[in-house]
């Protein structure tokens, strides 16, 4: 009996910690509790919802976000806590998308398996709430901003724009030798290989120039690569005054939401 309870207890505590999610309010944009198995294993993950009034006539966007170091667990939960969750939070009666945040274990990465959820959960959410296929976006701050190059380099044809927040391609190995897109690690010249095979995705890089976690040198020679590969639309946002937390204001940004919700597939 023990042991039957114990396998519900990580969903019961979701399900304390977002609130209850059988009657949602439908005035208000509002986080659910989900999950889905990949590998033999469940993973649990959260969808926020937008309110209905905030929906636009026809097709529903969704936006896909992979979190930084600092929420990674297993409570499904913790991932909504900083970059894009507490904006929606701010924002839950006129965000006009459905978005999917999925959550790596601790000391993980955004690769192998987590990708695989994250795509699973993204589908799952799709599938659920009526998303449009070809109104994917994706997004990552930090950690997940690395991820977000590693998970569009899977499928170049798969979102119709990118975010990457304060990310870049490979972390000094003396500091997290574990932090790189995998993709092009090997890569005589990772920076051009991303650029070439992503050039026909719009791109909205952003990056803090104070940034003393992940400094924007890699993020600068991304945007220079993309330049020279003749990339259709790849833009490089930096803040002159900003430090490591870029995504605050990148999410905050109305420009941004309206030139990536511009975006189709």
């Known amino acids: 009996m023990l042991r039957s309870i114990s396998r519900w207890l990580p969903a019961l505590a979701v399900l304390m ?26 993973a649990y993950y959260q969808v926020f919802v937008p309110a209905a009034s905030a929906r636009t006539p026809g097709s529903l966007p969704v936006v896909l976000f992979l979190h930084g170091s ?61 998303a449009d296929p070809a109104r994917q ?18 499928d170049p044809r ?10 870049a391609v490979l972390a000094p190995r003396a500091v997290r030798p574990t932090l790189f897109v995998e993709q092009v690690a090997h890569e005589a010249d990772p920076y051009a290989t991303i650029a070439q095979r992503l050039r026909n995705t719009p791109i909205w890089i952003f990056h803090g120039a104070l940034d003393d976690v992940v400094p924007p040198a890699d993020d ?8 020279a590969a003749g990339a259709r639309d790849v833009r490089y946002t930096e803040y002159p005054d900003g430090n490591h937390n870029a995504w605050d204001a990148t999410y905050a940004d109305p420009a941004m939401w309206a030139w990536l919700f511009a975006q189709k597939r």
């Open 17 to 42: 910690l977002t609130g209850c999610t059988s009657m949602p309010d439908s005035a208000r944009g509002h986080f659910e509790a989900r999950a889905v198995k990949v590998d033999g294993e469940t």
């Open 70 to 130: 600092g929420e990674r667990g297993g409570d499904g939960v913790k991932q909504t806590h900083a970059g894009l969750g507490p904006y929606l939070r701010a924002h839950a009666a006129d965000f006009p998308a459905l978005a999917v945040f999925p959550q790596v274990p601790g000391r993980e990465e955004w690769s192998g398996r987590n990708n695989r959820v994250a795509l699973a959960a993204l589908d799952a959410a799709i599938a659920e709430f009526g």
């Open 137 to 154: 976006y994706l997004t990552g701050m930090s950690m997940g901003g690395y991820g977000s190059w590693n998970i569009a380099l899977d």
């Open 158 to 167: 798969r979102f119709a724009a990118i975010v990457p927040v304060c990310g």
């Open 220 to 227: 600068r020679r991304l945007h220079t690569a993309f330049q």
